[in-house]
Structure formats: structure tokens, C-alpha cells
């Protein structure tokens, strides 16, 4: 009964999330495409060898940027990747309507301004368009921003990259539909 109230509880409040839980069990052979998961930002690779406590990922040459180790990935962060045409994000833990994100949607990621980059804003507001989606809710976008701060924004956090449907930056956007 304590397990069915803690699942309970973690689905309320949108802590549950059953495809790391299940990323934990899966086992990978060379060869298969992965997500590599790094602060809710996915890389996609391949599996090249399994090591002790994870795997060797190869990603393609123009992948990036990304702020984690670029070969050797901990069991943990490595998750299937499956394409799909659209990911319903549940909210409130099924009390209210599920948020529907579908290929060729566009969305607006809020990043904190870089001061290196952007001196005269906090924020940045970036407009892309999704171009894939993931199965376990991470889509990859393509920029549509014509301004060039936004523009480095985008190409300094997410690149060609998949960003969690969850992640802070797409706050506003979930808080829309």
C-alpha cells in the first residue's frame, strides 16, 4: 500500500518518470540509437561497446554542444530512442488535459542571458520549430529565430541537441498551451 501512495504522490507532482526508470533495466548492444541524457538535454547516438558500468556512445560528427563527458555514458543516462509524431505531456498527474507536442509545431524556449553573449537583456527568447520528438518526451528543433542573440542562445545550449519537454527553458511554453 506505501508503494501504490508513493507512486501516487510522485505522479501528482510529475516526479515519476517510467522511461529513466525503465533506461535503468535496458540493456544495449552495439549498434543500437540512444539518447544520452545531460541536465535534460539529449544527445543521440550509437552504442559502440558496453563497459563496466555503462556504455561507449560514438555521436555524429556536427552533434553538440553539450556540457558532459562525449564517450563513456553511466547506465543511467543512456535511454531507447524511439521517433514518434507526437508526445502528450501529462499534467498534474492526469487531473488535467494532457499537453499534446506534435512534429512541426513551433514553441519558445526562456533562457537566463549569457552576458558574454546578450548584455542588455536577463532573459532570451528563442522560437524554433520541433522537427523530431523522441518516446520519451525529448524534441529536437530547428531554430527560427532570425535575431542573432537568440540565435547564439540556441546554438550555445541546444544546438543539435534534443531538449526534455520537462526542461526549465520550455516553462513558458507548457504554461501556453
Not at 28 to 53: M, S, W
Not at 150 to 176: C, I, P, Q, T
Request: charged share 25%; net charge positive; aromatic share 12%.
Amino acid at each position: 500500500m506505501s508503494r501504490f501512495i508513493l507512486f501516487l504522490l510522485l505522479s501528482v507532482f510529475g516526479l515519476y518518470n517510467p522511461s529513466a526508470r525503465a533506461a535503468g533495466n535496458s540493456r544495449f548492444e552495439p549498434g543500437d540509437t540512444v539518447l544520452t541524457n545531460c541536465h535534460q538535454i539529449y544527445t543521440k547516438g550509437t552504442v559502440k561497446a558496453r563497459v563496466d558500468d555503462g556504455y561507449t556512445i560514438h555521436f555524429p560528427k556536427k552533434s553538440g554542444p553539450i556540457n558532459c563527458p562525449p564517450f563513456r555514458w553511466h547506465a543511467e543516462y543512456v535511454l531507447p530512442y524511439q521517433s514518434v509524431a507526437e508526445y502528450r505531456l501529462p499534467s498534474f498527474g492526469g487531473l488535467k488535459a494532457d499537453k499534446v507536442f506534435r512534429i512541426g509545431e513551433s514553441v519558445t524556449l526562456r533562457f537566463e542571458a549569457d552576458k558574454r553573449i546578450v548584455q542588455n537583456k536577463d532573459t532570451v527568447d528563442i522560437a524554433a520549430e520541433i522537427t523530431d520528438i523522441s518516446g520519451n518526451g525529448a524534441v529536437a528543433l530547428k531554430l527560427l529565430s532570425s535575431d542573432p542573440e537568440s540565435a547564439a542562445m540556441f546554438w550555445k545550449w541546444v544546438g543539435s541537441n534534443y531538449v526534455d519537454l520537462r526542461h526549465e527553458a520550455l516553462a513558458a511554453e507548457r504554461s501556453k498551451r
